[in-house]
């Protein structure tokens, strides 16, 4: 018994030190090479680090401005963020123009937009101090769960999408808070549903799936909103967090994640991923983090 205890803890300090190093050499990366997506600087602040500091962090701030939804969200996530930081919001020229109208989306969705747009444009405006009518993104969720527990982009889908079903559990955390405006709700059971369609579709190998194809952002996104939810470690996290490791590419000259198993370094698969190591170092999903510190800049009285 003892000899086993002591493995398995060597074991997983083992992993943790591993993840550890992987994470700092891929935001080595990112200082050097400089940013080219929302996810690295979502990534880079889970590690306890300011984005503003990396190589083109303007002109991504620049490069995220446009017309849809998913535009606009990233750009007001990337702004909460640099303000929790300490940069001054008048840096970013959109961000109360976008904040309207993502208020607007929510409180008034329609068939027109994916769940994507509502997930993250939740995120980007919860997080943003602004204050919102829940309730309508709220029942539209609980209307589009799929039968099997799951969520897809789409209503039209019959069954669920692992990537959306990952992102819809941080959604539901969030708006199922004790500090939030639908506190006294006390039907929680698509949250709970959709967990379940999460852990039933793990891979015997600890990678999950999306479109038939077990890949790295589908694997980290799972595994960050298991972490999100049960905010500690479970067989099944520690499961996903060995099949992540499946898709780590390793030389002397770079690091990061392959999409597929045994293919090259891919950008999104590798900052989804970086953000999924922060997560279980931190033991809570980012947004969560994310809220958590938005509520300290933005509404200190809460």
């Given amino acids: 018994m003892t000899i086993s205890f002591i493995l398995c803890i060597f074991s997983s300090c083992s992993n943790d030190s591993n993840d550890t190093d992987i994470l700092e050499n891929i935001l080595k990366k990112y200082k050097t090479n400089g940013l080219t997506t929302w996810w ?25 401005e446009g017309a849809t939804n998913l535009k606009m969200a990233s750009y007001v996530t990337v702004a909460n963020i640099a303000i929790i ?51 309508p993104v709220l029942n539209y969720f609980e209307q589009a769960q799929k039968s099997d527990g799951g969520f897809a982009l789409t209503k039209s889908a019959e069954l669920g999408d692992v990537d959306v079903t990952a992102f819809a559990i941080p959604f539901f955390q969030l708006i199922y808070r004790n500090d939030g405006p639908v506190m006294s709700r006390t039907d929680v059971r698509p949250r709970t549903n959709a967990v379940e369609f ?4 793990i891979g015997e190998n ?40 499946i898709f780590i590419v390793q030389d002397k000259k770079d690091v990061g994640y392959s999409f597929l198993i045994g293919g090259k370094i891919d950008t999104l698969a590798t900052a989804q991923a970086a953000i999924a190591l922060g997560d279980l170092k931190n033991k809570m999903s980012v947004w969560e983090k994310l809220y958590l510190d938005s509520v300290a800049e933005f509404n200190p009285e809460k």
């Fill in 40 to 64: 690295e600087v979502v990534a880079i602040y889970n590690a306890d680090e300011n984005p503003a500091d990396y190589k083109n962090f303007k002109e991504l701030c620049l490069s995220l």
């Fill in 85 to 135: 930081c300490g940069m001054d919001s008048g840096e970013f020229d959109k961000y109360e123009e976008y904040k309207s109208n993502l208020k607007n989306l929510l409180e008034n969705p329609t068939n027109d937009f994916t769940l994507n747009d509502y997930i993250f444009g939740y995120f980007a405006l919860k997080c943003s101090g602004t204050d919102f009518e829940e309730e």
């Fill in 198 to 201: 999460l852990e039933n579709r």
């Fill in 206 to 245: 600890g990678t999950f799936a999306s479109y038939g194809n077990e890949n790295a952002n589908s694997t980290a996104c799972a595994l960050s909103a298991l972490i999100g939810y049960y905010n500690y470690l479970n067989e099944t996290i520690r499961k996903g967090s060995e099949g992540l490791d």
